[in-house]
């Protein structure tokens, strides 16, 4: 992910580095080098936008310009808004610092990773924070996804809730919250039922689930070779129920980076998280600032 744009960027700021002094016109003209390759990468055109006037009405004032190395100010600048718009500096920690149980709950369409992704959390919590992690599956649609969950917890070392036919999500996820508070767990984790795309219908289910647990993170899981349609999906999600944060999954993959870059200018929740990879050790926290320095090189 991000080989092309970065390819892309290095031989805009190679020519801006190689010269000495910089006008007007060749902050310009970068610039609109820079535009191509961001809308190239798939990113979001108002996002593009954004970043090349934020970049311009700081780069091209007189201190940049008549300094010592202005191409390396423009460069400086354009790793500010980037690191600004991938989200600011330093990862957003899950929030989990609420009395237990934490109910953690995840949302997403089918297909994005989510059962996956609660594996990995579920994984991550256990060793890097010493937690004790509960996976309960919701999904009462396909009930190969409530084995796939209690396969995956076992995989991952921790408790999965007993499977019980006929139940509704909003029961099962009472009914997890239940043994949680019972059986001393730390953190709950909701797995909710996928969908092929975003109706009505999942979005109310995943409302009564919240007003019935009141969980601490809602976390979206996207597909970041979606794209622009992983940004659409967000943005729905988060405006019909609400997101705390957002897990990117197959940053693996060669997407081009445009649904990583356009996420939080987007849909205002933060990237948490990025999937990479089928394993369950293969997630990563997001640190803009590391990412930018991944695209600018
Ligand atoms: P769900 O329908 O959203 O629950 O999706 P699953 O968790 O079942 O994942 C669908 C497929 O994507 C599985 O084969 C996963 O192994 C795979 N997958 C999940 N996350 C990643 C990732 O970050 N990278 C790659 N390459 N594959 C992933």
């Known amino acids: 992910m991000f080989e092309s744009l970065s390819n892309r960027l290095s031989s805009v700021f190679d020519r801006l580095r190689g010269r000495g ?3 007007e016109t060749d902050v310009l003209e970068a610039m609109r080098e820079v535009r191509l ?6 990113v979001a055109l108002p996002v593009v936008k954004d970043f090349v006037t934020k970049v311009r009405e700081r780069a091209v004032g007189v201190e940049v310009l008549r300094s010592v190395s202005p191409g390396q100010q ?5 790793n500010d808004v980037l ?3 991938l989200g600011g500096e330093g990862a957003v920690p899950l929030n989990i610092n609420v009395p237990a149980p934490v109910p953690v709950l995840m949302v997403g369409l089918q297909g994005s990773g989510k059962t996956t992704t609660a594996g990995k959390i579920a994984l991550m919590l256990r060793t890097k924070e010493r937690k004790r992690v509960l996976l309960a599956s919701l999904d009462t649609q ?9 396969q995956l917890a076992e995989r991952a070392e921790v408790s999965s809730l007993p499977i019980v036919q006929g ?6 996820a009472v009914r997890a919250m239940d043994a949680g508070r019972r059986e001393g767990f730390d953190i709950v984790i909701l797995d909710t039922a996928g969908r092929l795309s975003i109706d009505e219908e999942l979005m109310d289910e995943v409302k009564a689930i919240r007003a019935a647990t009141n969980p601490a993170e809602t976390l979206l899981v996207v597909d970041a070779m979606t794209g622009q349609d992983a940004v659409n999906t967000a ?5 019909a129920v609400g ?5 990117m999954t197959r940053m693996d993959g060669d997407a081009r980076g445009g649904a990583a870059l356009s996420m939080r200018a987007i849909t205002g929740a933060p990237i948490k998280l990025t999937g990479s990879g089928e394993k369950l050790d293969a997630m990563e926290a997001f640190h803009p600032e590391r990412v930018a320095g991944r695209i600018l090189g």
Do not use: C, H, Y
Request: glycine share 2%; net charge negative.
């Open 37 to 42: 390759a961001l809308l190239e990468a798939d």
């Open 243 to 247: 997101v705390t944060g957002i897990v």
């Open 21 to 23: 002094a910089l006008s």
């Open 142 to 150: 396909r009930p190969a996804a409530q084995l796939q969950l209690a």
């Open 74 to 78: 423009v460069i400086k600048i354009v």
């Open 167 to 172: 139940q509704t999500p909003v029961q099962i």
């Open 83 to 85: 690191i600004e718009q």
């Open 235 to 239: 943005r729905a999600f988060n405006e």
